[in-house]
């Protein structure tokens, strides 16, 4: 079954440090996967996409990474800020399927002062 | 055209009552897809369509609901007899059919049924 878990479900840190979002996926073939920003109340926003022969992808302070291998990626914040407050989300399509995306529940994370 | 436009942002109704959304996609986006995302939740598939032509329903599309793109253009989904557990936001998402083609989303709709 394609399937897309995220870790952890939520999380909270202090402004000015770095986290890390993880998201694990069994969708096969892969297409390629991307990360997404949702402000609450809005639709999501992408962040990064990553094909398979991709191992890292920097967007400002977003850096993510992908280990086609053990079929993992993670998303690394660097230097939080207030506005970075939303939930993220991992998206990974099959390469199949007409290109189905397959949504992961999110991580929230709540970046304090 | 600056991206994928849906209407209304918001929507309360009573259990009962018939809604309709619309979503107008990228205009040379020929992919659009229809998503329900619940508090907390990521976004769950519901339908998509190429150009005119609805190629897959999910099972949560139960038959009180129904999805149309008439002219490849805009869609509209519709749900009748509103249910309680309809309540939440509904998003619609455009692409072009290349792989490794990018998503783009809308604001979407809360509904909300009271």
């Known amino acids: 079954k394609n399937q897309v878990e995220q870790s952890p479900q939520s999380l909270i840190i202090l402004e000015g440090k770095n986290c890390t979002l993880q998201c694990n996926y069994t969708v096969s073939p892969f297409s390629n996967l991307r990360w997404y920003k949702q402000d609450t109340g809005r639709g999501p926003v992408s962040l990064t996409i990553?094909?398979?022969?991709?191992n890292t992808k920097s967007n400002g302070r977003y850096t993510a990474t992908l280990d086609a291998d053990t079929k993992q990626s993670s998303l690394h914040i660097t230097a939080s800020q207030l506005s970075d407050s939303a939930s993220y989300i991992c998206?990974?399509?099959?390469?199949?399927?007409?290109?189905?995306?397959?949504f992961g529940s999110g991580t929230k994370l709540n970046v304090k002062p | 055209d600056t991206g994928v436009s849906q209407d209304p942002r918001h929507k309360i109704t009573k259990r009962g009552q018939n809604v309709t959304f619309r979503c107008d996609p990228i205009?040379?986006?020929?992919?659009l897809y229809w998503y329900r995302q619940t508090l907390g939740q990521g976004p769950e598939f519901l339908t998509y369509f190429q150009n005119e032509a609805q190629l897959e329903k999910s099972r949560l599309l139960s038959d009180r609901f129904s999805a149309e793109r008439p002219k490849g253009s805009f869609s509209t989904l519709e749900i009748q007899r509103t249910e309680q557990g309809d309540s939440a936001m509904y998003l619609c998402?455009?692409?072009?059919?290349?792989?490794?083609?990018?998503?783009?989303f809308g604001q979407g709709t809360r509904l909300t049924v009271v």
């Open positions: 998402a455009s692409s072009t059919q290349q792989v490794g083609t990018e998503a783009f």
């Open positions: 998206v990974v399509s099959a390469l199949y399927n007409f290109n189905k995306f397959y």
């Open positions: 205009s040379e986006h020929n992919r």
């Open positions: 990553m094909t398979f022969s991709e």
